[in-house]
């Protein structure tokens, strides 16, 4: 009698409440990897060295990042370098229209300015220049005319005073007030005569020099000074 090869491998199932034997379990893999506990996705991904997740590698910057940040690294420095030089320069400004602040305004003073400290200014005079400077105890009023011998006596009557109290060859300004506008009483070949008043309370004080090389026009220079200490009890 012949079989066939179905019939000489009988295929037995373990037997009836026998007990099935451990599982076939891939060497390459996790023990717990393709178990019933594994779950639909094979298993907790592997661990690093040391029991933590695997190291991620770093990321590699993009270029276009490269090309916004490098420019920036250079163009914001040197735009601080670019603005500091133009506040210097702006300062330098600022201290050359403070000098050519020092120098006379060539008109006449206001009447108010006049008033104040003063300074009572013929008519018809020429070449009139002043400056006033401002600081917390006095003001002072540099002024400067031209005018002709009757204007002289004008203006020294409008002071109270006349051409009598001038000295010849006093120079009332001083050369710190002079340098102030530059002015130069110092040129050879000049006649000068001065006197300087002095008013109780805060009224002003006058240092008046006047050059009569050519005494039908008269240069009067005149710096007149008002002191609020006066006022409180100074002389």
Same mark, same amino acid.
């Given at each position: 009698?012949?079989?066939?090869?179905?019939?000489?491998?009988?295929?037995?199932?373990?037997?009836?409440?026998?007990?099935?034997?451990?599982?076939?379990?891939?060497?390459?893999?996790?023990?717990?990897?393709?178990?019933?506990?594994?779950?639909?996705?094979?298993?907790?991904?592997?661990?690093? =060295?040391?029991?933590?997740?695997?190291?991620?590698?770093?990321? +590699?910057?993009?270029?276009?990042?490269?090309?916004?940040?490098?420019?920036?690294?250079?163009?914001?420095?040197?735009?601080?370098?670019?603005?500091?030089?133009?506040?210097?320069?702006?300062?330098?400004?600022?201290?050359?229209?403070?000098?050519?602040?020092? =120098?006379?305004?060539?008109?006449?003073?206001?009447?108010?300015?006049?008033?104040?400290?003063?300074?009572?200014?013929?008519?018809?005079?020429? =070449?009139?220049?002043?400056? +006033?400077? /401002?600081?917390?105890?006095?003001?002072?009023?540099?002024?400067?005319?031209?005018?002709?011998?009757?204007?002289?006596?004008?203006?020294?009557?409008?002071?109270?005073?006349?051409?009598?109290?001038?000295? +010849?060859?006093?120079?009332?300004?001083?050369?710190?007030?002079?340098?102030?506008?530059?002015? /130069?009483?110092?040129?050879?070949?000049?006649?000068?005569?001065?006197?300087?008043?002095?008013?109780?309370?805060?009224?002003?004080?006058?240092?008046?020099?006047?050059?009569?090389?050519?005494?039908?026009?008269?240069?009067?220079?005149?710096?007149?000074?008002? /002191?609020?200490?006066?006022?409180?009890?100074?002389?």
């Amino acid at each position: 009698m012949t079989t066939t090869p179905e019939q000489a491998v009988p295929q037995h199932g373990p037997a009836d409440g026998a007990p099935e034997g451990p599982a076939r379990t891939d060497p390459d893999l996790p023990p717990d990897a393709g178990g019933s506990g594994g779950g639909a996705g094979g298993g907790a991904p592997r661990a690093g =060295h040391g029991g933590g997740p695997a190291p991620v590698p770093p990321r +590699e910057i993009p270029r276009w990042m490269r090309w916004v940040v490098v420019p920036l690294l250079v163009l914001v420095p040197l735009g601080y370098v670019l603005i500091s030089a133009a506040q210097s320069r702006g300062a330098g400004a600022d201290a050359q229209k403070a000098a050519a602040a020092r =120098h006379l305004t060539w008109v006449v003073p206001s009447e108010l300015q006049r008033r104040i400290y003063q300074v009572p200014i013929p008519d018809r005079t020429v =070449h009139d220049g002043f400056l +006033e400077t /401002n600081s917390w105890d006095t003001s002072t009023l540099y002024c400067q005319f031209t005018t002709t011998s009757g204007g002289l006596d004008t203006f020294l009557a409008g002071l109270g005073t006349s051409r009598a109290a001038l000295k +010849e060859g006093k120079l009332a300004i001083s050369d710190q007030q002079a340098a102030q506008v530059d002015w /130069n009483f110092h040129v050879p070949g000049h006649y000068w005569s001065g006197m300087s008043t002095h008013q109780v309370g805060d009224k002003p004080d006058h240092d008046i020099t006047v050059d009569l090389t050519h005494p039908d026009t008269p240069v009067v220079y005149v710096v007149s000074t008002v /002191n609020f200490q006066h006022g409180f009890g100074g002389g």
